[in-house]
């Protein structure tokens, strides 16, 4: 099966980590444009133009909000200038897709935006069956970008690109129009990340985007940004920056050792295509704001002395629990969301497994 190509690129050196050293962090080589109240940066190589702060979908259907006022805060973002919108199938059992879909059909806003959604079915049947889902929920007849979530375990990409796997439906629902990119998430380990990479290259499969924690944390400690990200920039993949206050509601402000302000500057002052942050109200929503329009690219001592902010609490994970504890790991909680193993697999299963 054709899967597109790059799978003549030379691999690069990793970057060694050095956990206190913010000259090895990659560095933003500009800032993006800014319009209005908002930067907007290119996708990777896709040519897409997006806000360079991207509303998170997770947050929009939170038990405290009502349709309504979701639906306020997606115009008012949008109207603003945010146009990179985050969803995922499982977010709420799916409401939050539904009141994206909802806000979007009206006045139309969904020509507006380069809406992403996320899958996590690892089986070709699953996984066309979540986007066919994920387009009536979300009133629309394409994707702009679709995410394999949640990859967080090694096995997820074999079983994502092996034969009769999620893979298949997704280059399908592609070429029928449905999508336009392709990418994946997870939250767990760099290495996974990169082993993602290195199994789409064996398939001559070039991601458009990766997501992934880019924070103020994530510096000191299994560090994405140290290890995987200079791989992304190498091959032009769109770089997706995610939980920049750390997730769990802002666990980096409960560590007291930097603003909400600090953390959205350092995660743009990374090579990022976007960074996607949760939405909940209009203080935050402003807040975004007032990142975008303050945003400059820091020099090497002021970069070092925002990183060096986190240095002491944050060298053993104890906030970054997505990397150090089950606490986001909604697959794992869910398995029947990623679908059985494919035929071949069941073909070689011991019979009493």
Partial sequence: MSRGGNSGRATPTLPQAHDGDATSL??????????????????????????????????????????????????????????????????????????????????????????????????????????????????????????????????????????????????????AGKIRFI????????????????????????????????????AHFRSFARLVVPRLVEQQVGVLGMKPMGGADGVIRKSGTATPIECLHYALNLPTSVVITGIDNEKVLDQVFEAARTFRRLDDQQFAELVAKTQAVATAGQYELYKTSAHFDSTAQHPDWLGGETPAVQKLAPANS
């Fill in 183 to 218: 990418g994946f998430t997870g939250h767990k380990d760099p290495h996974i990340h990169l082993y993602m990479l290195q199994v789409a290259a064996k398939q001559g499969f070039h991601f458009d985007s990766a997501q992934m924690p880019l924070n103020l944390m994530d």
């Fill in 26 to 175: 990659p560095r933003v080589s500009s800032p993006g444009e800014l319009r209005g109240e908002m930067l907007y940066r290119t996708l990777g190589n896709t040519g897409a133009e997006i806000s360079a702060i991207g509303m998170g979908g997770f947050h929009l259907a939170k038990p405290s909000l009502s349709e309504a006022e979701t639906t306020r805060l997606i115009h008012a973002g949008v109207d603003r200038g945010i146009t990179f919108m985050d969803n995922a199938w499982d977010y709420h059992d799916g409401e939050s897709e539904i009141r994206m879909g909802k806000a979007l059909a009206q006045e139309g806003y969904r020509d507006k935006v380069f809406l992403m959604t996320k899958l996590d079915g690892r089986t070709k049947d699953e996984a066309a069956g979540q986007i066919d889902s994920s387009l009536r929920r979300l009133k629309t007849d394409r994707i702009d970008l679709i995410q394999h979530h949640e990859v967080i375990r090694f096995e997820d990409p074999d079983r994502i690109f092996a034969q009769g796997g999620a893979m298949e439906a997704v280059l399908q629902a592609k070429e």
